[in-house]
């Protein structure tokens, strides 16, 4: 079926795009229009024309999986928009959905456009580690200016139809955009007036050209390790300089240059691997979801409070519930100052935050969580204290509501068979400050009812997380993979390295460039919490036997060093500032003494980052093995999601591709050669060897079927 094709209506030409799921720009796509386009220009009896879409959106961008072909080229694509831009007869866009990258571009190159007032329009190409390769950094800046292009294409973020309206991106709203483009454009044919080429347009705000440009190369040079910015200060200071054609070869070029980089691949690796985490093996898509309205969160602390946030910003109403009216009150406080801060920000109105407050009421009796269709059980990470919340919820609960628990690292399945229910029961491990980290960590029990989990999956979307799934272990997957990485920070601590140093390569774009490194993020989340997860583990029996195990944080949090909260962890705080903390280097220099280690006094960077990544990159590897995590993609937007990885380096597994498992592998097996592997935490993932020997890519890992 065609993807493109001229119908005719009244004595104009309809150019129907019709290739769903979003009407992308395919190479098919490409030469439907070329030869549709070609037809209408042949056709001197049709007055006008008319860009419209079939299906959910007008074109939201260009096949992003076309650009994994090295022979890709924006070329045709981009002679097509100079044939509509070229036209002598008037060409009216008829816009709906997210007009986004080529779709807006396609938009820019037509002589009017019409949105209906839902519509978001933007250029997000630099999400994807690229810039607008079919002109739009050319034609963008002629139609709303140079700032807001600027602003436009360095952030990403789309315009709503008002917004565009008022910047002059569209002409017109018209909720049926489609009737009012093809009245449009006899008009504009009756009229008979030259058509508006943007490529004509001088850029309204020409004259503050020198600041916006400034602002756009400040902003590349901030963020070296993205070179799509830099190619954003180019094509823009050509766009204000330079003739429309030469301006084109600037962003043909930067384009061209950017799609093969390291930063674009990784990026376009996570747009498809976000997409591909809401597909779950053994869910049947057409699973009915069960209804929820009532949300019920059990034990209001940081994250109950949190979690609290996102379900009623999401509509829902929502019943808290805690030991004590103080506790209670405590928690309500904690929720009201988060909406207050937000407010204070201009994120958000009073009317909302009041309306917010009002979808939640709370209380001290469990029995008030009986109409919930969801519960969310957020109290301690305490295995007896969660059983026995468990067992009571199992009682309480309505029949078909859902049992979730927030444990960071709790077997599930334990949880679930006290509720005396288990197909109801599934893990929600929200991230702190759960209202803001976009992951949503689904643990499926070993009896989670298809229904449940299908359930939870449709949730995520409602609350806007990305929701990855993960079976039952300790810790899940990001967690589990999180405890080999502070096992490694902790254990260098002993050996001689200081929470800075480790930091400090951690968060260097050089080396990877976390958002925070190990220390500085245990600080934030709570070493006390920290420490009784690992506590808990090593009591529940299934833990680590090594009496060394991260006897860092055991220690600092039997002293009270619990991080930022009480002002000393591995750093000690002013204010919110770390500072280096000779209690925590004593401490380190007294555990090598009893671990009987020889502490080195420079341990190289290069070994820091070796340690902490390539551990990680082994751990997800028997994730991946034991099938807790259900594709390699998953483990990578569990990290870029939830841990501050950066997306640019697409998430452990792509990276520890592009730094070739070969390589990993030899230095696994040195660290256990140098370091000892008494304990196994240098032993290699079966698979992760298998990959190596073969010269194979995790990322492209499959499970059999
Ligand atoms: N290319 C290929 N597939 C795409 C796609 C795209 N641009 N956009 C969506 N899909 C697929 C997606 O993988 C999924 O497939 C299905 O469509 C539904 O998507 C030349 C260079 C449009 C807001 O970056 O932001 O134009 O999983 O689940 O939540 O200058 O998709 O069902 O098999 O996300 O309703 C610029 C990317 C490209 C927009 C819809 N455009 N897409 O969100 O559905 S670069 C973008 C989105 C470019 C030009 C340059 C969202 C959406 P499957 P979905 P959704
Ligand atoms: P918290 O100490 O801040 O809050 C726990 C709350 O539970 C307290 O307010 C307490 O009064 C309440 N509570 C205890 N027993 C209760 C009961 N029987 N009924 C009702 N309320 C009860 O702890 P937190 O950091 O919010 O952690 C809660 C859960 O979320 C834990 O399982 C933790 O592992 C998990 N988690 C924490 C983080 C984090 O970064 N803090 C992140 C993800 C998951």
């Given at each position: 079926?065609?993807?493109?094709?001229?119908?005719?209506?009244?004595?104009?030409?309809?150019?129907?795009?019709?290739?769903?799921?979003?009407?992308?720009?395919?190479?098919?796509?490409?030469?439907?229009?070329?030869?549709?386009?070609?037809?209408?220009?042949?056709?001197?009896?049709?007055?006008?024309?008319?860009?419209?879409?079939?299906?959910?959106?007008?074109?939201?961008?260009?096949?992003?999986?076309?650009?994994?072909?090295?022979?890709?080229?924006?070329?045709?694509?981009?002679?097509?928009?100079?044939?509509?831009?070229?036209?002598?007869?008037?060409?009216?866009?008829?816009?709906?959905?997210?007009?986004?990258?080529?779709?807006?571009?396609?938009?820019?190159?037509?002589?009017?456009?019409?949105?209906?007032?839902?519509?978001?329009?933007?250029?997000?190409?630099?999400?994807?580690?690229?810039?607008?390769?079919?002109?739009?950094?050319?034609?963008?800046?002629?139609?709303?200016?140079?700032?807001?292009?600027?602003?436009?294409?360095?952030?990403?973020?789309?315009?709503?139809?008002?917004?565009?309206?008022?910047?002059?991106?569209?002409?017109?709203?018209?909720?049926?955009?489609?009737?009012?483009?093809?009245?449009?454009?006899?008009?504009?044919?009756?009229?008979?007036?030259?058509?508006?080429?943007?490529?004509?347009?001088?850029?309204?705000?020409?004259?503050?050209?020198?600041?916006?440009?400034?602002?756009?190369?400040?902003?590349?040079?901030?963020?070296?390790?993205?070179?799509?910015?830099?190619?954003?200060?180019?094509?823009?200071?050509?766009?204000?300089?330079?003739?429309?054609?030469?301006?084109?070869?600037?962003?043909?070029?930067?384009?061209?240059?950017?799609?093969?980089?390291?930063?674009?691949?990784?990026?376009?690796h996570l747009f498809f691997a976000e997409r591909a985490a809401q597909?779950?093996?053994?869910?049947?898509?057409?699973?009915?979801?069960?209804?929820?309205?009532?949300?019920?969160?059990?034990?209001?602390?940081?994250?109950?409070?949190?979690?609290?946030?996102?379900?009623?910003?999401?509509?829902?109403?929502?019943?808290?519930?805690?030991?004590?009216?103080?506790?209670?009150?405590?928690?309500?406080?904690?929720?009201?100052?988060?909406?207050?801060?937000?407010?204070?920000?201009?994120?958000?109105?009073?009317?909302?935050?009041?309306?917010?407050?009002?979808?939640?009421?709370?209380?001290?009796?469990?029995?008030?969580?009986?109409?919930?269709?969801?519960?969310?059980?957020?109290?301690?990470?305490?295995?007896?204290?969660?059983?026995?919340?468990?067992?009571?919820?199992?009682?309480?609960?309505?029949?078909?509501?859902?049992?979730?628990?927030?444990?960071?690292?709790?077997?599930?399945?334990?949880?679930?068979?006290?509720?005396?229910?288990?197909?109801?029961?599934?893990?929600?491990?929200?991230?702190?400050?759960?209202?803001?980290?976009k992951?949503?960590?689904?643990?499926?029990?070993?009896?989670?009812?298809?229904?449940?989990?299908?359930?939870?999956?449709?949730?995520?979307?409602?609350?806007?997380?990305t929701a990855v799934?993960?079976?039952?272990?300790?810790?899940?997957?990001?967690?589990?993979?999180?405890?080999?990485?502070?096992?490694?920070?902790?254990?260098?601590?002993?050996?001689?390295?200081?929470?800075?140093?480790?930091?400090?390569?951690?968060?260097?774009?050089?080396?990877?460039?976390?958002?925070?490194?190990?220390?500085?993020?245990?600080?934030?989340?709570?070493?006390?919490?920290?420490?009784?997860?690992?506590?808990?583990?090593?009591?529940?029996?299934?833990?680590?036997?090594?009496?060394?195990?991260?006897?860092?944080?055991?220690?600092?949090?039997?002293?009270?060093?619990?991080?930022?909260?009480?002002?000393?962890?591995?750093?000690?705080?002013?204010?919110?500032?770390?500072?280096?903390?000779?209690?925590?280097?004593?401490?380190?220099?007294?555990?090598?003494?009893?671990?009987?280690?020889?502490?080195?006094?420079?341990?190289?960077?290069?070994?820091?980052?070796?340690?902490?990544?390539?551990?990680?990159?082994?751990?997800?590897?028997?994730?991946?093995?034991?099938?807790?995590?259900?594709?390699?993609g998953d483990?990578d937007i569990?990290?870029t999601a939830?841990?501050?990885?950066?997306a640019?380096?697409?998430?452990?597994?792509?990276?520890?591709?592009?730094?070739?498992?070969?390589?990993?592998?030899?230095?696994?097996?040195?660290?256990?050669?140098?370091?000892?592997?008494?304990?196994?935490?240098?032993?290699?993932?079966?698979?992760?060897?298998?990959?190596?020997?073969?010269?194979?890519?995790?990322?492209?890992?499959?499970?059999?079927?």
């Amino acid at each position: 079926m065609a993807k493109a094709e001229l119908l005719r209506e009244d004595g104009i030409g309809i150019l129907r795009i019709d290739n769903p799921p979003v009407n992308a720009i395919s190479p098919e796509l490409v030469a439907d229009l070329d030869r549709s386009l070609t037809e209408f220009e042949e056709d001197a009896g049709l007055k006008a024309l008319v860009i419209e879409c079939a299906g959910r959106t007008f074109v939201a961008g260009g096949d992003i999986a076309a650009f994994e072909d090295p022979q890709f080229s924006a070329a045709p694509y981009n002679r097509v928009l100079a044939r509509i831009e070229a036209c002598d007869r008037p060409v009216v866009a008829s816009l709906f959905g997210t007009v986004l990258g080529g779709g807006l571009e396609l938009a820019m190159a037509s002589h009017f456009r019409i949105a209906a007032s839902a519509t978001r329009l933007g250029l997000p190409e630099i999400t994807l580690g690229l810039i607008p390769g079919s002109l739009g950094t050319q034609r963008l800046p002629r139609l709303v200016g140079l700032e807001i292009a600027r602003d436009m294409i360095s952030k990403g973020k789309p315009l709503s139809a008002f917004g565009a309206l008022a910047a002059g991106l569209v002409d017109m709203l018209d909720d049926e955009p489609g009737r009012a483009a093809r009245s449009k454009a006899v008009e504009l044919a009756v009229q008979g007036m030259a058509p508006r080429r943007t490529r004509a347009l001088t850029p309204p705000d020409i004259d503050n050209a020198d600041a916006v440009l400034a602002g756009a190369r400040r902003a590349a040079k901030a963020k070296p390790w993205l070179p799509a910015l830099s190619a954003v200060a180019d094509c823009l200071e050509a766009a204000a300089r330079k003739s429309f054609p030469d301006g084109e070869a600037v962003e043909k070029r930067a384009f061209h240059d950017l799609i093969g980089t390291t930063q674009s691949r990784a990026m376009r690796h996570l747009f498809f691997a976000e997409r591909a985490a809401q597909k779950i093996p053994g869910l049947d898509r057409e699973t009915k979801p069960r209804p929820v309205e009532k949300v019920g969160i059990l034990g209001v602390g940081t994250m109950g409070g949190g979690i609290a946030m996102t379900f009623a910003n999401a509509g829902f109403q929502v019943t808290l519930v805690e030991t004590s009216s103080e506790a209670l009150v405590r928690g309500q406080a904690l929720i009201a100052d988060a909406y207050k801060a937000t407010q204070s920000r201009g994120l958000m109105s009073e009317e909302a935050v009041m309306a917010r407050l009002g979808a939640m009421n709370g209380s001290t009796e469990m029995s008030d969580l009986a109409d919930c269709d969801i519960v969310v059980e957020a109290v301690f990470e305490d295995m007896e204290l969660k059983l026995s919340v468990a067992r009571q919820l199992g009682e309480i609960c309505k029949p078909g509501a859902i049992i979730a628990t927030n444990t960071s690292t709790l077997n599930v399945n334990r949880i679930a068979a006290a509720t005396g229910r288990p197909g109801d029961v599934l893990g929600t491990h929200f991230f702190s400050p759960a209202n803001i980290m976009k992951l949503l960590e689904i643990v499926r029990g070993a009896d989670t009812e298809p229904d449940a989990l299908a359930t939870v999956m449709l949730l995520a979307r409602k609350i806007r997380k990305t929701a990855v799934v993960s079976g039952v272990c300790y810790g899940f997957i990001g967690n589990r993979m999180a405890e080999v990485y502070m096992r490694e920070s902790e254990a260098m601590q002993v050996e001689g390295a200081t929470p800075a140093q480790i930091d400090g390569i951690i968060e260097n774009p050089k080396y990877l460039g976390m958002a925070m490194g190990p220390s500085r993020m245990l600080d934030m989340a709570g070493v006390d919490v920290g420490a009784r997860t690992v506590i808990e583990w090593i009591k529940g029996g299934d833990g680590p036997q090594d009496p060394a195990y991260r006897a860092m944080c055991r220690n600092l949090y039997e002293s009270g060093q619990h991080g930022q909260k009480t002002g000393h962890g591995y750093y000690r705080y002013e204010g919110r500032n770390p500072v280096p903390s000779e209690e925590t280097a004593e401490l380190g220099r007294h555990l090598a003494r009893e671990q009987g280690i020889n502490r080195r006094d420079n341990i190289p960077d290069e070994e820091i980052f070796e340690r902490l990544l390539f551990a990680m990159a082994n751990e997800a590897a028997f994730i991946l093995e034991e099938g807790i995590a259900c594709r390699p993609g998953d483990v990578d937007i569990v990290w870029t999601a939830g841990y501050g990885f950066p997306a640019w380096r697409g998430g452990p597994v792509f990276m520890a591709d592009e730094i070739g498992l070969e390589k990993i592998v030899a230095r696994l097996d040195y660290y256990a050669a140098t370091l000892g592997n008494e304990h196994g935490y240098w032993t290699v993932s079966p698979l992760l060897r298998r990959l190596a020997e073969k010269g194979e890519r995790l990322s492209d890992w499959r499970r059999e079927a």
